[in-house]
């Protein structure tokens, strides 16, 4: 029985392989080991290091054996790796971050064994070696993500600043709003690898900052909000590009004195922590171009 029910997976693995060959070009396939225990783990495993014409990710819980199909001149298999990696699971090559894996659930938390970390280092080179992917196919070079759902979310976002900055507490929440069904309408898929990566680590937090801002009108707790969700939205724009330059602007008295940042499409300071009380208390730290 043991016999027969390997031969299915042989076949269904190379069914598998088949159909992904014919949709990836220049396709190439590894078989590799990548550390996981369940069903949860396969589905997030073979997300991480899927992309849509690009590379395709089959994983077997009982052998965790994977079958990596991509096209060499587009991806690689350690990039793929990687991407694994920090969703939360290690390979022979790479090591997921330990936050990663302890955020993982209980019943996915495998015995680890791989050496090499994924570094801060690692994900600049991924990011890297994907923005020089000039030629993809599906819209998805870097440049052009200001023609992507993710100019809705900056654009929201400059007109939540403004009404901060008017002290306006009821355009704050209903503009707020705007921005957590701009940010739910972003298809993924469109994004290029390294703005995709930002994005799944800010998007929860930028949805639930545009979710607490929306929930209130009182201005003062609006702007202590934004203060994470301006935070959030820089890391995603530094990566995605916008336009036109931004600047991050920073007030050294906002935030209890502990200062805190904001980005704009304006040079000139207009504060959206004081309003007309402070307006121009501040200065631009980093233009983003």
Known sequence: MNSIKKILIAITLLLSVTVASAQIKNSKTETVKIYGNCDM??????TAGTLKKVAKVEWNKDTKMATLTYDS???????????????GYDSDKYLAPDDVYDALHGCCQY??????AVSTEMKMVVA??????????????????????????FDTYFLLKDALVKTDGKSVSIIAKDVMTASSA??????AMDVHMV??????GLIAGAKEI????????QREFFIPFSKSMYELIKVAKYETPVYL????MANGGKGANWLSKENAVKNPYYGSQMMTCGKTVETIQ
């Open 41 to 46: 783990c396969k589905s997030t495993i073979e």
């Open 73 to 87: 001149t587009k991806t690689s298999q350690d990039e793929i790796l990687k991407r694994v990696a920090l969703a």
């Open 111 to 116: 015995e680890r064994e791989a050496k090499v």
């Open 128 to 153: 890297e070696n994907h923005s020089n992917h000039a030629n993809h196919t599906e819209n998805t070079v870097a440049k052009d993500q200001v023609n992507t759902p993710l100019k809705v979310v």
């Open 186 to 191: 972003v298809n993924m898929d469109e994004l």
């Open 199 to 204: 994005w799944m680590k800010e998007m929860n």
């Open 214 to 221: 929306a929930a209130t009108q009182d201005i003062k707790k």
């Open 249 to 252: 602007q920073f007030c050294p």
